[in-house]
């Protein structure tokens, strides 16, 4: 039977964005650990696969005219980010009570004392805690992460483990410490790898309004609307191709050259066009600041239809 051109030419990018991926380079303070290997989602790249036929409605919903926003930065202006934490596998492992025990991995978890947690102890916020288990290279998150108080112990919105050497996702259905059902770390801007020149995976950012649908690799929704022209959570979105990024100072410049190649996976409902990242004392902020300059008709909606599920997933 003869193939047609156009589905093996999607065919033959979809094994070219693939070749194209690496592991994920580990984090500070797990030199062990790849962040899910090179065949993850979230280390393949989509600058070559085929734009969605319904992204220009897509774009318009999230804001065409919207820049981009770093919601991470140096602690100058305050807990920007999503911290997360590294400890050994002698780490006293406690329980956890979940609010949506249903769809949580039980544990226990890992979680020390002075675990930092997103926006802060006082946070009213997500306060997501993201921990790595640096001996046994499995990653813990947790969603409204509460200490023990008031004869209580440790509680939580939601949970997830992962294990950070395989591409299995969340059973269908089932949320994370994100709303999407993805894990967090793998999406985050960090420092070091904006330092060395390269990032090579997706990034993880928000909208205001999703549907009430996902895409591999997400698992989980968290809207009531219909509209095909809103994004489902796990929607891709990439920096257009044409778009210079010459002129932006480097630790932006990094960021919008990753956004051509990888893309960034929509996780959570938020603000328009919010990027994550870890705090770090060294970011520039004003260079950072600069990514606003970026709006949103300057994005597409990718086509990650033929990319291969890898095994596991």
């Known amino acids: 039977m003869r193939v047609p051109l156009i589905a093996t030419a999607i065919a033959a990018a979809a094994v070219a964005a693939l070749a194209a991926s690496a592991p994920g380079r580990p984090v500070s303070g797990a030199p062990k650990c790849q962040l899910f290997p090179s065949t993850n989602?979230?280390?393949?790249?989509?600058d070559t696969l085929p734009r969605h036929k319904n992204s220009d409605a897509i774009?318009?919903?999230?804001?065409?005219?919207?820049?981009?926003?770093?919601?991470?930065?140096?602690?100058?202006?305050?807990?920007?980010?999503?911290?997360?934490?590294?400890?050994?596998?002698?780490?006293?492992?406690v329980s956890v009570k979940f609010g949506y025990a249903g769809e949580s991995d039980k544990g226990p978890y890992p979680i020390p004392a002075n675990v930092p947690i997103e926006g802060g102890r006082g946070s009213t916020g997500d306060r997501h805690a993201l921990i790595v288990d640096r001996?046994?290279?499995?990653?813990?998150e947790l969603y409204r992460l509460f200490p023990p108080s008031g004869?209580?112990?440790?509680?939580?919105?939601s949970g997830a483990i992962w294990n950070l050497g395989s591409?299995?996702?969340r059973p269908a259905g089932w949320t994370s410490a994100d709303a999407a059902g993805l894990p967090i770390l793998p999406g985050l801007?960090?420092?070091?790898?904006?330092a060395s020149g390269d990032i090579n995976h997706a990034l993880r950012f928000t909208v205001s309004q999703t549907r009430r649908a996902y895409i591999y690799p997400a698992r989980h929704f968290a809207s009531d609307r219909t509209s095909l022209d809103l994004p489902a959570m796990g929607q891709r979105l990439r920096l257009k191709a044409s778009y210079d990024i010459s002129g932006f100072p480097k630790q932006a410049r990094v960021v919008l050259a990753a956004l051509k190649r990888y893309g960034m996976i929509v996780a959570d409902n938020g603000s328009d066009w919010y990027?994550?990242?870890t705090p770090n004392k060294n970011w520039n902020d004003d260079a950072l600041h600069t990514l606003g300059q970026v709006k949103g008709r300057s994005f597409?909606?990718?086509?990650?239809?033929?990319?291969?599920r890898p095994p596991g997933g």
């Open 189 to 194: 801007v960090r420092y070091g790898e904006v």
């Open 275 to 277: 990027i994550t990242g």
């Open 41 to 46: 989602p979230w280390n393949q790249r989509v």
């Open 167 to 169: 591409n299995r996702v």
């Open 59 to 93: 774009v318009h919903s999230i804001g065409l005219g919207t820049g981009l926003h770093p919601d991470f930065g140096s602690y100058r202006y305050g807990n920007f980010g999503i911290p997360f934490t590294t400890v050994s596998a002698t780490q006293n492992k």
């Open 151 to 157: 004869g209580q112990g440790w509680r939580a919105g």
């Open 300 to 308: 597409e909606v990718v086509d990650t239809s033929a990319l291969p």
């Open 135 to 140: 001996d046994n290279c499995r990653l813990y």
